[in-house]
T-cell receptor
């Protein structure tokens, strides 16, 4: 069955430390891949996207993600987190044979400590 | 920067009542979507809409739900007879094409009592 998995429900990281959030997908073909961030009480903001080409993509707020076809993964990274990065992060996939339907992972809650 | 807007931000309704959630997508976008997020759960796709027709819908999107683009700017989601389990955050999104990035609105929190 098609699925998007974010294995970590909750991550705590110190301010200034690096952050990596994992995302794995299970689809027959390479989907379109996205990371969104949701701050408390806010909507979903697009951080970055992968459609094709360079497997390392840069996004807003200093985030980057790497697509690894062999591992069916699209992990999100940030070298040095800021307190404002505390939020929930969602990985999402879109299929080329769908009319834009995105399937979301369960999300990873990131807490940043001083 | 253009953005998707949604009204109201919070809607409280009684079970069995009809509600209409409104969205104004980004002006040059052609594809429109509704998603919902029940508290503590995943964001779930409801429906996609293009050229005044539903392109795709999920099994959640049953006969109680309908969507409409009543004019050149608004995109609405109607729930005909609300149930307690319809309580959720409803997000509208839009994109230039079906496989392009989607931009989300801030959401409407629907509470059914």
């Amino acid at each position: 069955a098609q699925s998007v998995t974010q294995p970590d429900i909750h991550i705590t990281v110190s301010e200034g430390a690096s952050l990596e959030l994992r995302c794995n997908y299970s689809y027959g073909a390479t989907p379109y891949l996205f990371w969104y961030v949701q701050s408390p009480g806010q909507g979903l903001q697009l951080l970055l996207k992968y459609f094709s080409g360079d497997t390392l993509v840069q996004g807003i707020k200093g985030f980057e993600a790497e697509f690894k076809r062999s591992q069916s993964s699209f992990n999100l990274r940030k070298p040095s987190v800021h307190w404002s990065d505390a939020a929930e992060y969602f990985c999402a996939v879109g299929l080329t044979d769908s009319w834009g339907k995105l399937q979301f992972g369960a999300g990873t809650q990131v807490v940043v400590t001083p | 920067e253009p953005e998707v807007t949604q009204t109201p931000s919070h809607q409280v309704t009684q079970m069995g009542q009809e509600v209409i959630l409104r969205c104004v997508p980004i002006s040059n976008h052609l594809y429109f979507y509704w998603y919902r997020q029940i508290l503590g759960q995943k964001v779930e796709f409801l429906v996609s809409f293009y050229n005044n027709e539903i392109s795709e819908k999920s099994e959640i999107f049953d006969d109680q739900f309908s969507v409409e683009r009543p004019d050149g700017s608004n995109f609405t989601l109607k729930i005909r007879s609300t149930k307690l389990e319809d309580s959720a955050m409803y997000f509208c999104a839009s994109s230039v094409g079906p496989n392009y990035e989607q931009y989300f609105g801030p959401g409407t929190r629907l509470t059914v009592t």
